[in-house]
Each structure stands twice: as C-alpha cells, then as structure tokens.
Nanobody
Framework: QFVESGGGLVQPGKSLTLSCVAS????????IGWFRQAPGKEREAISC????????AYDDSVKGRFTISLDKGSRTVNLQMDSLKPEDTAIYYC?????????????????????WGQGTQVTVSS
C-alpha cells in the first residue's frame, strides 16, 4: 500500500513535488508508477520507474516537465512537477506493477497495477 502526499493549490507555471511512501514492502525489485485522474476522466498512467535499474518512462503530456525518482532506503517515490498547467489538475496516485519481472518500465493500463493509496489532490489555477 502507498501513501501519497504533497498535493495542493498552485498557480500555472509553478512547481510541486509529490511523494509516495510504500508501507510493508521493498521497492528494489518493483516497477512503481504515478497516475492521475481528472474529474470526469479515467485514471491514466503518467510516469513509472523501476527499482532494479531506475529506468523511467513518461507520458507525452508530462515529458520534459515532470521527473520521477526513487529512494529505496526510505521506500519513497517522488514526482517533481514543473511548469504546471491547469490541465494537470487531478488526483494523483502511485501503484506497483503486478507483473514486473525485471527490465524496463512501461505505462501499462491502471488495471495491471496494485497497492493504490488514497491519492493527493493537485489543483493548478490562478
């Protein structure tokens, strides 16, 4: 299970860092993903990172603006979000890929991930 934090209200163009702490599990051999769900829309994968090689992947909508990182010691996955836009407004979640057996990270459908937390709300508005 994950506990997400760090959300809030921020102006367009500003930055925010989200954190996701894992309870009861090591992240060293996992693939961990960040997701978001905007009002009226389906949950979507936006970034992931592997605990084995720290390979990362980003959705085109956040590539170049968001940076995912992993601290194995504290079992924390961070998402640094820069140049935020109103369309980034959503509840943000993290989860673990159910079927990871090594290799690179891919943004599979949310159906293939588990360990969802309660999420953290990010609102980008002036």
């Amino acid at each position: 299970q994950f506990v997400e934090s760090g959300g809030g209200l921020v102006q367009p163009g500003k930055s925010l860092t989200l954190s996701c702490v894992a309870s009861g599990m090591s992240l060293g051999g996992q693939a961990i993903g960040w997701f978001r769900q905007a009002p009226g829309k389906e949950r979507e994968a936006i970034s992931c990172i592997t605990g084995t090689s720290l390979d990362t992947a980003y959705d085109d909508s956040v590539k170049g603006r968001f940076t995912i990182s992993l601290d194995k010691g504290s079992r924390t996955v961070n998402l640094q979000m820069d140049s935020l836009k109103p369309e980034d407004t959503a509840i943000y979640y993290c989860a673990i890929y159910k079927y990871y057996r090594g290799g690179n990270c891919f943004l599979f459908s949310p159906d293939f991930w588990t360990g969802w937390g309660q999420g953290t709300q990010v609102t980008v508005s002036s």
